[in-house]
């Protein structure tokens, strides 16, 4: 029997992101590591720092950072990462993920002139507005996380077939037991009484201020429950507000917490009994926040704000939908969700089988390599082909 030969080698996709490193808070670069991880016929190359490495026979590290940075990049790190790109280095393909402004796409569509090499912009949070989108997209392809998304895009005059929907995704993930539950809840202080958690922002909605106007009231319904503002604070202004809402909920005691750095938010938000995200803009987060899905996958229940791209969530009954900036409606919501049980539950288990169903990291990967496909099959490339004579 003849030996079956061995594979060529597999396209190599250059991700260009902020570093991918611990810790995984942040979803723009939770969606790089899960692209890599789930690979099918592409092989990856992910910026990290000197002291990370995620390598595997599917993925390289190109250690040009510094640092692991802020939550926004300083001059040095988006200079290095622009010289980093001037040159493919045997990537058959580039692929952006930063949130759409004007520096970033002037650097980015300078870079893809001088690569030669098909390229695909992932935006990772919409524009604040979508009037000058011409700009603001410089790649053969450009992935929205949201329907929405996509639909401003084109009704800003992008070309429809340039735009594709794909859906964020992440591993599920396990329910945990009541003990475990408890267990986690005892380690952060909290009793076995209801609890809530708001994993938002202080900055960039009114949701914590929502969310704070509605803790007296939701206090008062619930005499058992704990309120938590699961925020970090990224600039002075997060700081401030979230300074003004402890004074203003002072009366209100340890029945209000504040965390602002969370180790593991998967488990934190895990043990909650209600997740809620009332805001009325998702401008400087991702369209669909994977900690909303982290919540969904462990069957807990949520309450969004009813408005775009949040309502492309609640199309799957994860929990309730109330409008935005009414502090009356989220009050009714979560405490409807404390009293009906069965009714949480059920939200709950929606909520899990739109994550294993549509907001999987695994099918998020493959339609992603499916646009990869087709942008190398443009220039005469069959990726899946394998062989060596294809290889960039």
Not at 37 to 45: L, M, P, Q, S, V
Request: proline share 9%; with cysteine; net charge neutral.
């Amino acid at each position: 029997m003849s030996a079956v030969p061995s594979p060529g080698p597999r396209p190599l996709v250059a991700m260009i992101s902020k570093p991918v490193v611990p810790p995984w808070n942040d979803s723009a670069k939770n969606i790089v590591k899960d692209q890599a991880r789930y690979a099918d016929h592409y092989d990856y190359r992910l910026l990290t720092t000197r002291d990370t490495s995620l390598a595997s026979d599917r993925v390289t590290c190109c250690p040009i950072y510094p640092s692991g940075g802020t939550f926004a990049a300083g001059v040095w790190q988006n200079l290095r990462v622009m010289l980093h790109g001037l040159r493919p280095n045997g990537a058959a393909l580039y692929h952006y993920f930063f949130a759409p402004n004007p520096k970033t796409a002037l650097a980015g569509r300078l870079q893809t002139r001088l690569a030669g090499v098909p390229s695909v912009q992932t935006v990772c949070s919409r524009p604040a507005s979508f009037a000058h989108s011409a700009r603001l997209l410089f790649t053969d392809r450009v992935i929205a996380l949201s329907e929405d998304t996509r639909q401003g895009f084109v009704d800003a005059g992008i070309d429809p077939a340039r735009i594709v929907h794909i859906r964020p995704g992440i591993a599920p993930i396990d329910p945990p037991t009541p003990e475990q539950r408890r267990e986690r809840r005892y380690a952060f202080g909290f009793n076995d009484g209801p609890l809530v958690i708001f994993p938002g922002d202080y900055e960039f909605s009114t949701a914590a201020r929502t969310v704070a106007a509605a803790a007296p009231d939701l206090l008062e319904a619930c005499p058992g429950v704990t309120l938590v503002f699961a925020c970090r604070i990224k600039r002075k202004a997060s700081a401030a507000i979230q300074a003004d809402i402890q004074r203003r909920l002072a009366p209100l005691g340890q029945r209000v917490r504040y965390i602002n750095q969370v180790d593991d938010m998967p488990a934190f938000v895990g043990m909650a009994d209600v997740v809620i995200m009332p805001a009325e803009s998702l401008y400087a987060k991702m369209d669909v926040p994977l900690v909303l899905l982290e919540a969904m996958s462990q069957q807990v229940p949520v309450v969004l704000a009813d408005v775009a791209p949040l309502s492309e969530l609640l199309a799957f009954q994860p929990g309730l939908g109330v409008p935005p900036q009414n502090p009356g409606a989220l009050t009714q919501a979560i405490t409807d969700l404390l009293r009906q049980s069965e009714a949480a539950a059920q939200y709950g288990e929606n909520g899990r089988r739109a994550v294993l169903t549509h907001f999987n990291d695994r099918a998020m990967a493959q339609q992603v390599e499916a646009v990869y496909d087709e942008l190398l099959a443009a220039r005469g490339h069959d990726p899946q082909s394998r062989n060596p004579k294809d290889a960039p």
